[in-house]
């Protein structure tokens, strides 16, 4: 059974950081690239950062580069993505996605708030 487990959201003020880490079990994690996504009420599902199988390569949405980094650890099986001087407009739920052949799978999602 394959399943994608988001840990680390919280409430951070702006200007601060949050870390969060998603544990995949039950696929060859190594084999997939894995991707962050977030989700605010009312609105699509948006793309947030995205980092290749072997870890060499990512790619980050305009609003987060620079401020984010996405990283993974295949002994470990987890996909960490940092997040630096966080802003009010970064509050979502925050969701790890990865896909397995013709499978996608998604977490439960983590919230992270931003406000003072």
């Known amino acids: 059974q394959v399943q994608l487990v988001e840990s680390g959201g919280g409430l951070v003020h702006p200007g601060g950081s949050l870390n969060l880490s998603c544990a995949a079990s039950?696929?060859?994690?190594?084999?997939?690239?894995m991707s962050w996504h977030r989700q605010t009420p009312g609105n699509e599902r948006e793309f947030v950062a995205r980092?290749?199988?072997?870890?060499?390569?990512?790619y980050y949405a305009r609003a987060v580069r620079g401020r984010f980094t996405i990283s993974r650890d295949n002994a470990k099986n987890t996909v960490d993505l940092q997040m630096h001087s966080l802003k009010p407009e970064d509050t979502a739920i925050y969701y790890c996605n990865g896909r397995w052949g013709s499978m996608n799978y998604w977490g439960q999602g983590t919230q992270v708030t931003v406000s003072s």
């Open positions: 980092i290749s199988s072997s870890g060499i390569n990512t």
């Open positions: 039950g696929v060859n994690f190594s084999a997939a690239a």
